[in-house]
């Protein structure tokens, strides 16, 4: 069932000094390599696999995960795939700053949760957002909780053509319930 | 309030009420799939549509550009896939022959002032320099569009930049544009649209807007216009494109995010260092850096205006031995002027590699190809590690690098 | 933000007296939480022809959990009767909104908790202490029923020797059932009991069922538990006749723990177990999936006591408790059971069923009071 609440682990990719990695592409999300694949159930295990620092990322992650990442998440050409790994892997979805402009409305249109948030930057630089913190996020209301330290935080609220489009499971699903 | 061109746009292609912001569905003009990203469109539209037709077949394309022709077998079999797709539905497909799909859209007169033109190509951006709203999409979007006729899409906040100064040789739109993206990042106008002015800009031809506005993609941005041209430019674009030149203006009331002021009064001739487009340094700064081989072409630099430039400065001179020089023109009507004025002939003996039309310079697979230890100067955008082999390259006009093959390093023509 | 979201439904009738008596529980209890009302209901299938809005539906779905109160529900005539003229011949058909909340969020585990709390007059035995799984989306219930008796179905039907008896029954005189058991919505509902059963330490988990008669039906399941059974060393499976197990309820029920049945014979004990400790007042529920779940008390909405809180709110208490456990708020909910434990135990406030006259709103006091 699609809900609007959600709550999950987090992984924030950031480098080793704890700096967020900002214009992550979708080469490094996944490789030019792996393109030929159509299967979404073998996308997830390259997921992050040419990012530096997160290359065994699709052996960590658990299905529930939430990705925060830094500005211009998803920069670079248009691939599908890197935003199917995820969905393979069962990430809940992903929080930035900001996303590539195709790479969002990818994720839009596969029903997976994208959230923009201006906080995620001084949140991270402060420790308030740290791997593993469980967070809870209302994607509606455009609000979130970091459970483990107490923390809330404000994030831009899914629209309502985002939302409906996620409820319907995808772009597809959603075209038809129109008619 | 008065409107933006972006919001004009999108306000002419719509019922809802335009605001930045604001998600409206979008009617379009043009859909168009490449060979990359095209079969995946084609299996989405039959899983999805079966063989129901597509909202308008006159209005649909497909523009093989990124293997043209196929150079694998992977793209052999996707090109054949599109093809018979295009068969069943009665589409047209501008095939291995013609080019980059969107200059061969400016050519054929589809992407006109005022129209909204979408295709899986992430620089079809490009369309903004004739006042087209071009938009690259993935393969769930564009089957969407090719069954609906629409999209939905969020309003663009714009943001106004303003030249100042002028610039000449060796300088070219080219290192104004490297330039400019040395100055935004891709923070300033990330997911907004851009409007360029400045007399620098009126004066531009067709290739120098394209040279810009391909680049807008660089800067994060949505599309960028430049709304002020010299008469020449409409008629050139009207005689290219065998349509009217007549784009929206923005209204003296429209309101803008941010305006930006960019000096380039005696600019120098620029570099994109490994592994950003944004890493700009001035030429002098990477004079010395030795080679390996170089590239003209691309969306970016295509034109003939590009090559007639570089084969100027290759006149009476030879590549460096050793150096391999490799031009794709943008599309076959380039090579086809290219050819009348002499510039396949001039290049050939110079010791280029003269490539098919289309976008082998920049993909996977193709002649833009690097080696691990191999450094490449290319007229093209981008330069992400990884994306063209393990080498790497340096972004910068068709002069330098014309004049960095001559050398054997990077160089300003100004060092022959 | 709150940490939760709990969407809360009062009802009809008593439905409105519980919701407030558990919220001023809850807002004693310490939970971090914001609430939202939504509609559901007799009155709403009255005014809109729709027992269970739309807009209740996309409330739910941006909420947690949700706490339900009690509905009415009446015979289809009553039903067609009691629609806004207006609204009336196009073609709206009353159905049962808590049907329909199972189904659209898939909440196929009816769990009923059934423990005898000390001091209450009611408990018919001491010691008791079943957890009922039962199965809340097919069997029995699935709906697959027939009446009059379609000639294809018959025809179809013809291929059991055993429907040769019937073969020449005149077809108004006919009427089928049908009990429908899947493989995925048995193995879940086992596994949840006895995940349950081991997570809480309890001794035994009894497959309530009847495979002698209903052969394929009920030896599919027991098969299915039996298999299940052996990943679970620790503690002893039984497979229990729905005719014994009501003997054995009756007989010695202390000597169960966790049952887990199909829907029907799931509903029959459930009911049953709930009058051996106290009855409507106390028996709680939860219509639990895997990402949500919805609790109330399994009393219906008793109309003529509508307002006047005159009805035990232990069972709407329990169901809250029930709530705050599978939020994963566990000191919580020990604190709220403790202090209803403590009410029940010193008697001095309580409900007309217990043969006392203090208010619905007088035992909320009084419980919220001990947390």
Redesign the interface.
Known sequence: ?????LKGRLWVLCDSQGQLL??I?T?QIY??AYL?I?DVAQMGQYALG?LKGWKDFSRKASAGDIIVAG??FG??????QAVDCFISLGISMIMAP?F???YF??AV??GFPVLRSAEIESLVRNKELESGDIV?V?F??G???N?TKKI?FTLESM????YQIY?AG???RY?RKLR | MGQTIIEKIIQSHTQEEVRPGKIVWLDLDIRSARDFGGPNVVRNYEREYGDKPVADSRKTFFTFDLCAPACSLKYADNQQLCRLFARRQNIKVFDVDQGIGSHVMIEEGLAKARTTVVGTDSHFNILGAVGSFGQGMGDVDIAFAFRTGRTWFEVPETVKIILKGKFSFPTTAKDVTLFILKNLGTSKAALKAIEFYGEALRQFSLAERITLCSMVTEMAGIIGFIPEFKAQTKAEIEKVSGVEFNPFQADEDAYYTETIGIDIDGLQPQVAAPFSPTNVRPVSDLKGVRIDSGFIGSCTNGRVEDFALASRILAGRKIKPGIMLKIAPATRLVYQQMLEKGLIKELFQSGAIIDSPGCGGCAEGHIGLTGEGEIQISSANRNFAGKQGKGQTYLASPAVVAASCVLGHIASPEDL | MSKYKIALLPGDGVGQDIMEAAMIVLERIGLEADYVYGDIGWRFWCQEGNPLPERTISLLKETDVCLFGAITSKPKEDALKELNPDLRGRGYVYFSPIVRLRQEFDLYTNLRPCKAYAGNPLNYRDNIDLVIFRENTEGMYAGVEFYPLPDQVREALLIHPKMKKFQDVPVEEIALSTRIMTKKACSRILRRAFNYARRYKRRSVTLVEKPNVLRETGGFILEIARQMAKEYPEIEFREANIDAMAMWLVKNPQDYDVLVAENLFGDIISDLSAQLVGGLGFACSGNIGDDYALFEPTHGSAPKYSGLYKVNPIAMLLATKMMLDWLGEEDLAKNLERAVAQVIKEGKVRTYDLGGNSSTLDVAREVASKL
């Open positions: 069932m699609k809900k609007s609440r900002e214009d592409d080469d490789h030019n030929y159509t040419s500005r211009n920069a670079g050409s248009s691939r599908q900001s590539g402009a195709i409305r990818n249109n596969s809870k209302d509606r209301q609000q979130a909780i459970i809330s629209s309502d053509v985002q409820l995808g772009l597809f075209g």
